[in-house]
């Protein structure tokens, strides 16, 4: 009579199932690392993948080996299966075996989280603001106004703690080369933690689906040398266009030309805009807002102020309302925005 199956069963999904962990091992799934909660996280998504797979390509082989070795043969469109009335061994089995699986894996992955959510104890604190459709960074300054920027910064080997907030719906802050994220919750702060240990620029994104503009909610994280991140800061707290100004500078009004200049590396830097918007003057080509080079041709500067500050006043044909973030004023500093606009009314004449 025929062979008993189970011994072809187990045979198929082993071999099936080497060939899954090889391949998933094989592949690289993951962006580069710059963390140094990447390779816990990582190892743990390994064994995840090793101990999954096995159960899976086993699952799926019975189910594909029955399909095929019991299918009905002609004449036997009236039969029915022999009646199984229970097995309790088996059923012992099928239930103290997964249960088993499971809370392994489970002690295994509260042992890596406690271990990257470690709290040390001079860390560099940055709050995180999300809003409809973009990020915002702040850095607390002792005795001062905390400094803004649109892009997240951050020195190399420093334990970072971010603390994030959302000003409308449900966001999630995620740097894909850090592994880890979180929601940003309406209301309450949610708390990260990652030190950053390669110098570099990674993907910022949003990780939840906020609205018609979710798939542009992008920024970028720079990992810098401690000492270009406390110079990037120090820049940041007096800004730029005064910079060398001499004594007194700080009241100084800019030259046009130094605002233009300012207004550039805002465009291409602070204010993020040549993510969405092309510019041959800038090098940008963002195809997410309208081209910069045609859209504001004969603009005046008051429009092109208002086009940045409250950007949903009027919309270029064939674009939606909603999608730029109606934030600028309060994330880019008063000079960066006279900048831009200068910057703008200048290259788009
Ligand atoms: Cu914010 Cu998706």
Known sequence: MRRHPIIQLVAIGAIASAIGIVLALW?????ADAAKQDQPIDTLYDVLMIVSIPIFVLVMTVILYSAWA?????????????????????EVFWTAIPAI????????????????????ADELVVKVQAIQFAWSFEYPQAGGRPVVSNQLYLPKDKPVRFDIQSKDVLHDFWVPAFRVKIDAVPGITTRLRVTPTRIGIYPVVCAELCGLGHSVMRSTAHVLSP?????????????????GGGA???????????????????????????????????????????DLDRALRGQSEDEIHTDIVD???????GYTAGIMPPSFEQTLSAQQLDGLVAYLATVSK
């Open 27 to 31: 592949i690289n799934w993951f962006p």
């Open 101 to 120: 699986i499971l809370v392994s894996l489970c002690s295994y992955a509260y042992a890596v989280l406690n271990d990257i959510e470690k709290v040390h």
């Open 248 to 290: 007194g500078g700080g009241d100084r009004q800019p030259s046009q030309k130094q605002l233009i200049a300012l207004g550039r590396t805002t465009f291409i830097g602070d204010g993020g805009c040549g993510a969405c918007h092309t510019l041959a003057d800038a090098g940008t080509t963002g195809t997410t807002g309208p």
């Open 70 to 90: 019991f299918r009905m043969r002609p004449g036997q469109e009236n039969e029915d299966g022999p009646p199984i009335h229970g097995n309790t061994r088996l």
């Open 227 to 243: 000492a270009a991140f406390d110079r990037w800061l120090a820049s940041k707290r007096t800004p730029a266009v005064n910079a």
């Open 311 to 317: 950007p949903d006043e009027t919309i270029a044909p």
